[in-house]
């Protein structure tokens, strides 16, 4: 009998990190959008780490608590990691649960692409452009020799990155020439992972004839932003039509634009979250849902209500049926 598999992506909004709600009214708001999902494989992006006691490594302890009792608690799972302690790193971790064994998995940041080098505007010598994040890949066993590659990304968000001596407070910047720097960096650093992703892809795509890719996470950009087409790879962009094996299918576009939004910003409805997949798991593929109906404004709400205990990014969610054998 061909068997249901349904893969979802959700950003968490800092998980763990504190703030005006207590964790429990987190929980309470957050597990029924995980248990509304029946996810069997879940991507999840910006769970921060905590630390039990001084000096040791930090470990996810407020995503236990949130998926204490559900499904999921029992789940396979893989996570980022701080590069320095080996434990969880304290904030923005990226974490793939999944009801399928995991045969492999691993991380990439500045494997493929080292960092670009730049000189700050007001002088200096160079200065490297890291990516914040790394990308998390976890090969999922569906049986019959067949492995679902599921690669979960957090792009960096266009806002302006950080220059020395460029802000007052957290806020505030000091002059516009130095936002406009961080916001050249902060580009910089989001095509950056965008090509690592892409090169990531690549080699998965070398390595087998048809592979089962799905690319899932917060992109931090539309379809049709140099972030998204980059790790889509369309034949219209490369110019080839031999190369149309090596694109992304969005998923998104089964649905009416009407629902296609996973952020509200100021009002206007964005679609940011991505389910990606390559062409031999898009013929499995039976339909997506984008939960946004209770989705607040993320300026609107996050001055309202600071500090409250929803995400402001809906879940996505596409169902697909492994056939048999």
């Known amino acids: 009998m061909p068997e249901s598999l349904r893969l979802a992506t959700f950003n968490m909004e800092s998980l763990g990190l504190g703030g005006e709600v207590t964790l429990d009214e987190r929980i309470a708001v957050l597990r029924p959008q995980l248990d509304r999902l029946r996810a069997d494989?879940?991507?999840?992006?910006?769970?921060?780490?905590?630390?039990?006691?001084?000096?040791?490594?930090?470990?996810?302890?407020?995503?236990?608590?949130?998926?204490?009792?559900?499904?999921?608690?029992?789940?396979?799972?893989?996570?980022?990691?701080?590069?320095?302690?080996?434990?969880?790193?304290?904030?923005?971790?990226?974490?793939?649960?999944?009801?399928?064994?995991?045969?492999?998995?691993?991380?990439?940041r500045h494997d493929l692409v080292a960092p670009p080098t730049c000189h700050p505007v007001d002088g200096g010598g160079p200065r490297a452009i890291e990516w914040d994040r790394p990308i998390l890949h976890a090969a999922l066993d569906l049986g019959g020799d067949r492995v679902l590659h599921v690669v979960n990304v957090h792009l960096r968000a266009p806002r302006a990155a950080y220059v020395a001596g460029g802000k007052q407070g957290s806020d505030r910047w000091l002059t516009m020439r130095g936002w406009a720097e961080g916001m050249f960096l902060a580009v910089v650093k989001r095509a950056?992972?965008?090509?690592?992703?892409?090169?990531?892809?690549?080699?998965?795509?070398?390595?087998?004839?048809?592979?089962?890719?799905?690319?899932?996470?917060?992109?931090?950009?539309?379809?049709?932003?140099?972030p998204v087409r980059a790790i889509r790879g369309d034949e219209e962009d490369a110019g080839n039509p031999h190369l149309i094996a090596r694109t992304l299918v969005p998923l998104e576009r089964s649905l009416p634009r009407s629902q296609r939004f996973s952020v509200v910003h100021h009002g206007r409805?964005?679609?940011l979250d991505h389910v990606l997949v390559s062409r031999r798991l898009y013929g499995w593929y039976l339909g997506s849902e984008i939960h946004n109906e209770a989705l607040g404004d993320e300026m609107i709400g996050a001055r309202a209500v600071p500090g409250g205990p929803e995400s402001f990014h809906a879940p996505v969610v596409a169902a697909f049926e492994i056939p048999d054998g």
Do not use: W
Request: hydrophobic fraction near 40%; proline fraction near 3%.
């Open 41 to 108: 494989v879940l991507c999840l992006q910006e769970v921060d780490g905590q630390r039990g006691e001084t000096g040791k490594r930090r470990h996810l302890a407020a995503l236990d608590a949130l998926l204490e009792g559900t499904v999921y608690d029992s789940f396979r799972r893989v996570h980022t990691h701080s590069r320095s302690t080996g434990g969880a790193r304290d904030r923005h971790n990226l974490v793939i649960l999944a009801r399928f064994p995991i045969t492999d998995h691993r991380e990439l």
């Open 192 to 226: 950056g992972q965008a090509l690592e992703t892409r090169l990531f892809l690549d080699a998965l795509m070398d390595a087998e004839a048809q592979p089962l890719i799905a690319v899932c996470g917060d992109f931090n950009a539309d379809l049709h932003e140099t």
């Open 269 to 271: 409805p964005q679609m």
